[in-house]
């Protein structure tokens, strides 16, 4: 199989994907911030991402996925007053919102998620070691920040040092004891009432880059293999992240790999009227399938922008159908599928082959529906063709392959595989076995005949 190539922001370019530690990956997204509904926008970057572990995975690669979750910030201190409850009980009740919407969109492949708040200590660690370094400086008020000046390697992957309009004012700390204008804060001096750790830098609380920061070097050490997360964090985010972290460690790079998704635009003024109940996930899974949503974040590029749509979806639900209705009338077990091997081979080697180029899905998706084309024209697929969709499904998981579940076509199978048996071709009924159990279906052979269970 094709050497999986992927494109890295840092360097522009496309390159073989080749990790620090042979066949182990260590792979960190930038999380929520837990005070609100997660929104389309996650729904896209933690799809993408969700596939792109799996696929991953499948490819024989150990993957760590690490995920952060913001759990202290100014929006959720905020919003906890404004409800009049505690910052701590409103991050947790959100968090577990996040939790819910991602296992309903199937995102599943996250190892392990890490609060920044349990990260506390090397945070103080870092900000103390740039201290020490004379890269950070504390001011009038208490709070902490680095001073972009000392560090020579600020801008290198986003290209820019500056502010545009564009990245929104709170993207930047504004302070008028700040040394130079665009200076971000390392840590935030506690105002009265506000949550605030005690710690040797004095009462205050993480700033935003920080953490991750943080949470990567306690997890993974000062340097790993990649950093993903949607494209407008690149700057000034990632772009702090590396300024800490080279300049702690005085190793670079801090990641070999900087993978970034593209935005989704809910832009036109018909599609924000047709879709104004539909900002957060939890919204538009009442209306579509989650593996429409899947289909429709895997199926596009995911460093293309999606212009999110009714009709983009409707599109997207339109495609599912036709694989689906292909799965239901054309895939059969009980075919001789010596004919399609060929076909099946050409087929699954120009999807990965397009896979392998920095996941290019939209060219992967021509080679499959051309496939399912040319399997058309014919009465029926078979066993190897279900092999081949199966596997797709293990790492994009949005087929559906449980229409089949019904008892008759279940039963048919069973019947089917114990005749097999009886004429002892093992082979045969051990693929049978095995098709039953993709399907959730597993079987028990008793005195009283064989019994399944879902
Ligand atoms: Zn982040």
């Known amino acids: 199989m094709n050497k999986i190539k992927i494109y890295s922001t840092m360097s522009r370019k496309v390159s073989e994907l080749t990790p620090m530690e042979e066949g182990k990956i260590k ?16 729904a896209k970057t933690y799809t993408q991402f969700d596939f792109i572990v799996k696929y991953l995975r499948w490819r024989g690669f150990e993957v760590n996925y690490l995920v952060n979750i913001t759990d202290i910030d100014d929006k959720i201190i905020q919003r906890a007053k404004d409800r009049n409850i505690g910052w701590r009980e409103l991050a947790d009740e959100f968090e577990k919102i996040y939790k819910d919407d991602m296992a309903a969109l199937h995102n599943t492949a996250v190892t392990k998620y890490a609060r920044a708040t349990d990260y506390i200590e090397n945070i103080v660690s870092q900000v103390q070691r740039m201290l020490d370094k004379g890269l950070a400086y504390c001011t009038p008020d208490n709070s902490i920040y680095f001073e972009i000046a000392k560090f020579g390697g600020y801008g290198k992957l986003s290209g820019r040092t500056e502010l545009r309009k564009d990245d929104g004012v709170s993207r930047i700390d504004n302070s008028d004891q700040k040394r130079g204008w665009n200076d971000f804060c390392l840590w935030k001096a506690s105002k009265e009432g506000e949550p605030s750790w005690d710690t040797p830098l004095g009462k205050g609380r993480p700033g935003w880059h920080i953490e991750d920061t943080a949470i990567t070097e306690t997890e993974f050490g000062p340097q790993y293999d990649i950093h993903g997360g949607a494209i407008d964090l690149i700057f000034p985010h990632h772009e702090a992240e590396i300024t800490q972290m080279e300049s702690v460690s005085g190793k670079e790079p801090l990641v070999r790999y900087w993978m970034h998704t593209g935005f989704l635009n809910i832009g036109s003024e018909k599609m924000s009227k047709s879709l104004g109940n539909f900002k957060t996930i939890r919204d538009i899974l009442k209306a579509y399938d989650y593996r429409v949503l899947r289909y429709l974040f895997i199926g596009n590029h995911y460093r293309a922008a999606i212009d999110f749509s009714e009709a983009a979806l ?43 180029n920095d ?23 078979g066993r190897r063709t279900f092999e081949f969709l199966s596997q797709i499904n293990s790492f994009m998981d949005f ?54 269970r879902m």
């Open 359 to 381: 996941l290019n899905t939209p060219q992967a998706f021509a080679v499959l529906f051309e496939f399912i084309r040319a399997q058309n024209m014919k009465e029926k697929s």
């Open 314 to 356: 409707e599109q997207a639900k339109n495609s599912l159908a036709r694989i689906d209705e292909f799965i239901f009338n054309k895939v059969d077990v009980n075919f001789d599928d010596a004919a399609d091997e060929a076909a099946v081979e050409e087929a699954k080697a120009k999807f990965h082959e397009a896979l392998a």
């Open 399 to 452: 087929m559906k392959f449980d229409q089949e579940k019904s008892d008759a076509f279940i039963e048919a199978l069973i019947a089917e595989r114990n005749a097999a048996r009886a004429a002892k071709d093992f082979a045969k009924s051990d693929e049978i076995r095995d098709r039953l159990l993709a399907m959730g279906v597993k079987i028990y052979d008793s005195k009283e005949g064989t019994k399944y």
């Open 27 to 42: 792979f960190f997204v930038c999380g929520p911030t837990v005070y609100d509904f997660p929104h389309l926008g996650h």
